[in-house]
C-alpha cells in the first residue's frame, strides 16, 4: 500500500516521559493514520497531524452507530525496540465486527501496515514508566450523508495512539468490585454483543453508571435469561477453582472473543488448566460462598490481567471471592501475560511483531 506522509515539522524530538501516572487513553500522539472506502475500494492512505474529522451532519455513524473498533497494544523490549502484541488477532477481529455491522472489511495486512507506519511515527511518545504501554485504537465509521436506515456506501477507517497507563486507576495492586444484576444486559442472541461496535459501549454507560452506586466498577453481565456469566464489564471473565482449573466462558454472538483470553487458552503452564465452560450463575455464587472458587477477575486489552476482590447484589449482599486479595494464580497469569509482553518470557510464535524503523 502507498501512505502519504504530512509530518509536523515540530515533532516530539525527546522521550516523553511525564512526572504523573498516564491515566488510560488520555493522551494523544502527534499523528494519526486515515483511510476512506469510497464504495468499491480502501484509497487514500495517510498519516497526518492528529486532529478533526470533518464528517456530514447526516453521516451514517452519527445517526445509527455504524462504527466499529479495536484496541491493543505494542510494548517497549530492554533492547530498546517496540514490539506490537497480537495486531494480527485485533486485525482479524475488526473484520468480523465488518461483517456483523455489513461493513468493508480491510486486509489483514493493510491493518498491519497502517500501525506499524503510525507506531513507527511516533517512536519517540513511547511512555517510559513502569506498567505503561501504547494503546492503539483503529476504528472505522460510516459517513455517507444518507438517513436511511441502510448501511453506508463510504467510510473512513483511522487509527490513533495513545500512551497509557494501566485501565483501572489502582492498577493490578487492588482488586475490583463488579455489581451483579439481571437489571441490565449487554447483549442478546442474534445482536452485534461479538462485535467490537461502538454501540455496545454506549449502551453500557447506564449500567456502568447504575454499578458506581454501589462503588462497583463495572457489571458482571449475565445472559439474556439470567442463567449464565456473561462479560466482566469491558474485559472476559475468568475464575479460579482449587483444582487449579482456570475457566473462562465459552465464546458465543453474545460475548466478545478476547485476545487476551484466546493468549491465555493457548499458554500452557505447568499445573493448571486453562479452558472454557458455560458458566451457571447459581453454581458460581454457591462456589464462592463454599470456597471452590478462589480467585475471579478479567482478560482485557486495557485492563490486562484484572482481579476482581468481590461481586454485590442489588439488595447488598457481598460475596469476597477468596480473602479478596490478588491469588497466586491470578499473580502467575498476570506475570506470565506482562513478561511475554515486555519481552522478559519467551513469546509463543508469532506473537510479537517489531516495529520496524522507517522514519
Ligand atoms: N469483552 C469486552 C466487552 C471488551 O470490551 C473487551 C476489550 O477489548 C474484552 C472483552 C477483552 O478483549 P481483548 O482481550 O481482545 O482486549
Ligand atoms: C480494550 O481492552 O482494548 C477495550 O477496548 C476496552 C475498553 C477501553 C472499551
Same mark, same amino acid.
Not at 491469588?327 to 506482562?338: A, I, K, S
Given at each position: ?183 441490565? =444486559?449487554?447483549?442478546?442472541? #442474534? *445482536?452485534? $454483543?461479538? %462485535? ?5 459501549? @454506549? ?88 470456597? =471452590?472458587?478462589?480467585?475471579? #477477575? *478479567?482478560? $482485557?486489552? %486495557? ?5 476482581? @476482590? ?50
Amino acid at each position: 500500500m502507498h501512505i502519504d506522509y504530512t509530518l509536523k515539522s515540530d515533532r516530539r524530538t525527546e522521550q516523553f516521559v511525564p512526572t504523573e501516572q498516564l491515566i488510560f487513553g488520555k493522551t494523544r500522539t502527534d499523528h494519526m493514520f486515515l483511510m476512506d472506502y469510497d464504495g468499491e475500494q480502501w484509497t487514500n492512505a495517510r498519516v497526518v497531524p492528529y486532529g478533526d474529522i470533518a464528517v456530514a451532519p447526516g453521516a451514517v455513524v452519527l445517526h445509527y452507530g455504524q462504527e466499529i473498533f479495536e484496541g491493543c497494544k505494542s510494548f517497549k523490549h530492554e533492547d530498546g525496540e517496540i514490539y506490537g502484541f497480537r495486531w494480527d488477532e485485533n486485525a482479524k477481529r475488526l473484520n468480523e465486527s465488518a461483517k456483523i455491522m455489513i461493513m468493508p472489511e480491510i486486509d489483514v495486512e493493510i491493518q498491519l501496515e497502517a500501525m506499524h507506519a503510525l507506531m513507527d511515527v511516533e517512536r519517540l511518545w513511547f511512555p517510559e514508566q513502569d506498567g505503561a504501554s501504547m494503546y492503539l485504537r483503529p476504528f472505522m465509521f460510516g459517513t455517507s450523508d444518507s438517513l436511511g436506515v441502510k448501511p453506508s456506501k463510504t467510510y473512513t477507517y483511522c487509527v490513533f495512539l495513545s500512551p497509557s497507563g494501566p485501565y483501572y486507576k489502582a492498577g493490578f495492586s487492588d482488586p475490583i468490585k463488579l455489581l451483579i444484576t439481571s437489571r441490565f =444486559h449487554r447483549a442478546a442472541p #442474534g *445482536g452485534s $454483543g461479538a %462485535a467490537k461496535a461502538g454501540g455496545n459501549y @454506549g449502551c453500557s454507560m447506564r449500567s456502568i453508571q447504575f454499578a458506581q452506586k454501589f462503588d462497583a466498577s463495572q457489571v458482571l453481565y449475565l445472559d439474556a435469561t439470567n442463567q449464565f456469566i456473561e462479560e466482566a464489564g469491558a474485559m472476559n471473565h475468568y475464575h479460579v477453582t482449587k483444582d487449579n482449573e482456570v475457566i473462562i466462558p465459552h465464546f458465543t454472538d453474545t460475548i466478545l472473543k478476547s485476545i487476551t483470553s484466546c493468549s491465555m487458552l493457548e499458554l500452557e503452564l505447568e499445573g493448571l488448566t486453562i479452558r472454557q465452560e458455560f458458566i451457571g450463575f447459581q453454581k458460581f455464587m454457591a462456589d464462592i460462598q463454599s470456597g =471452590h472458587i478462589t480467585e475471579c #477477575g *478479567g482478560f $482485557g486489552t %486495557a485492563a490486562g490481567v484484572s482481579p476482581v @476482590g468481590s461481586y454485590i447484589l442489588e439488595n447488598e449482599t457481598t460475596y469476597t471471592v477468596g480473602e479478596g486479595k490478588i491469588g497466586p494464580v491470578t499473580q502467575r497469569l498476570y506475570d506470565t501475560l506482562t513478561g511475554i509482553q515486555k519481552g522478559s518470557i519467551k513469546a509463543p510464535d508469532g506473537w510479537l511483531q517489531k516495529v520496524e524503523r522507517k522514519h
